[in-house]
């Protein structure tokens, strides 16, 4: 049987992938700081031997003791989900909020890479979720959209180097999803035209298939989205961020 670690599994996009991949018979271990959510996301999974592990990858003794398990445990699959923004122009926001969004995107998303592909052999695979805003600028989410671009390239890099080795790594990077991280960054999913947005149900389903073709390093989620980046490929960069900054939820009162 294989096993897979997910962060940011307690709700959205991290639950349902846990769910679909639980479906699939793999093990899985739940990651988040919420106890009381991973407890009835692990009672809603398929099968036996799930478990979850409590932690707050912005605390640094969190971090290291994940990064420990991860160093110490043989995972075949690890997918870094764990992520957070605010929506609001740059000044507006404190910038200790900002910082920490770097951390916990880059920071600890580097740091558990580390751990597992030291320990990671010919088959396993590594998933780090990105964002459609690694592709585009985003006005009033500027912090937030430069460290889905930092994940993308980084996550492209390592597919290079340990391709053959056989280890896969995936960036993949969806577009809005109906799931609980617009109101932790200070919006809903409302705020967004409708028809950029997909349910957590297709991410999940898309991220499963692109990690069973293991075909490419980095994964636009949507056609929706993928459409809307071919057509900003027709545009100038003023045009393109222009449009984002007027759909964008930062920029809206």
Do not use: C
């Not at 991290?14 to 988040?32: D, H, P």
């Amino acid at each position: 049987m294989k096993k897979a670690l997910i962060t940011g599994a307690s709700g959205g996009i991290g639950f349902e992938t846990a769910r679909q991949l639980a479906q699939q018979n793999y093990q899985i271990t739940l990651v988040a700081r919420n106890r009381e959510r991973l407890e009835q996301a692990l009672s809603s999974l398929n099968g036996s031997g799930h478990t979850i592990l409590v932690a707050d990858l912005n605390n640094t003794d969190d971090l290291q003791k994940l990064a420990a398990h991860l160093s110490a445990e043989k995972y075949d699959l690890l997918i870094n989900n764990a992520g957070t923004g605010t929506y609001g122009q740059f000044t507006d926001i404190a910038l200790e909020d900002q910082l920490a969004t770097m951390k916990l995107n880059m920071q600890a998303l580097v740091t558990l890479s580390y751990s597992f592909l030291q320990k990671a052999t010919k088959g396993d695979a590594l998933v780090n979720i990105g964002s459609l805003l690694a592709h585009s600028s985003l006005p009033g989410g500027s912090v937030y959209a430069a460290t889905k671009s930092f994940v993308a390239n980084f996550s492209e890099s390592l597919w290079y180097e340990f391709k053959p080795k056989g280890i896969f790594v995936l960036g993949f990077n969806p577009g809005a999803a109906n799931s609980d991280f617009h109101v932790h960054a200070g919006r809903h999913t409302s705020s967004f035209p409708e028809f950029v947005v997909s349910s957590v149900e297709n991410v999940a389903t898309e991220l499963v298939k692109a990690l069973q073709k293991r075909q490419k390093p980095r994964v636009v989620q949507g056609w929706k989205n993928r459409f809307m980046l071919f057509g900003f490929k027709l545009l100038n960069r003023k045009a393109a961020v222009s449009i984002m900054g007027k759909i964008s939820p930062g920029m809206q009162n």
